[in-house]
């Protein structure tokens, strides 16, 4: 059983078009996360959610918008793709992070806008 | 805020040579510290933690200890195998729903 799941793995959109990734847990945790890794492999988180509230917005353009139906589910939504939109967006989950436990991530999905 | 400064790589060595990859982090409060390991085409997995001063973690042959008066955290190996070729990221999980990761650290492990 896959602990955190995104779909699609790979991604290929021309500018302008707008998408959606999608991201499950199965691991009962309250907090999932969005990060997106660029091309050197640097990791910056995005939003943090913990029971469907935002938390943490950092700084994302508002093309982008996360959207969490219910505890296990987080989803990203971009608008207006552009080409510095290509990267690797992971998921991840973990107890909040008072608790000092770690986040699962999911394997990635590789989104490429050309 | 919360920082995390790791070794820049890549780094090479050779099968069963010792690595060391340094971190230190820039916290408030009394944070865990984690290094995840991201092999090729795959997403991060969690190598091993620690949540307080002096702890060590430690797993499939890597350590590292929690120094709170050096705020370090730096992962060991005595010997590398070429399957540990991936990228290598320290981490800190403070109280802000979120982990801050440094850069990442390539290693390749030639036979």
């Known amino acids: 059983d896959t602990a955190v799941s995104q779909t699609p793995k790979y991604l290929v959109t021309q500018m302008g078009n707008d998408k959606s990734i999608k991201c499950e847990q199965n691991l009962g945790h309250d907090t999932m996360y969005w990060y997106k890794q660029d091309s050197k492999k640097f990791l910056k988180i995005m939003f943090s959610y913990n029971n469907k509230e935002l938390i943490i917005n950092e700084t994302v353009p508002n093309r982008f918008s996360p959207k969490s139906p219910d505890k296990a589910h987080l989803n990203l939504h971009i608008n207006s793709l552009e080409l510095g939109d290509s990267a690797v967006y992971f998921c991840?989950?973990?107890?909040?992070?008072?608790?000092?436990?770690?986040?699962?991530f999911g394997q990635g999905t590789r989104l490429t806008v050309v | 805020g919360d920082s995390v400064t790791q070794m820049e790589g890549p780094v090479t060595l050779s099968e069963e040579a010792f690595l060391t990859i340094n971190c230190t982090y820039t916290?408030?409060?009394?944070?865990?510290l984690f290094w995840y390991v991201q092999y090729p085409g795959e997403g991060l997995q969690l190598l091993l933690k620690?949540?307080?001063?002096?702890d060590k973690g430690s797993n499939k042959g890597f350590e590292a200890t929690y120094r709170k008066e050096t705020t370090s955290f730096h992962l060991e190996k005595g010997s590398v195998q070429v399957s540990d070729s991936a990228v290598y990221f320290c981490?800190?999980?403070?109280?802000?729903?979120?982990?801050?990761f440094g850069k990442g650290t390539l290693l390749t492990v030639n036979p």
């Open positions: 620690a949540t307080k001063a002096d």
């Open positions: 991840a989950s973990s107890l909040p992070t008072g608790q000092n436990t770690e986040a699962f």
């Open positions: 916290a408030t409060g009394y944070p865990s």
């Open positions: 981490a800190l999980g403070g109280s802000n729903y979120k982990l801050t």
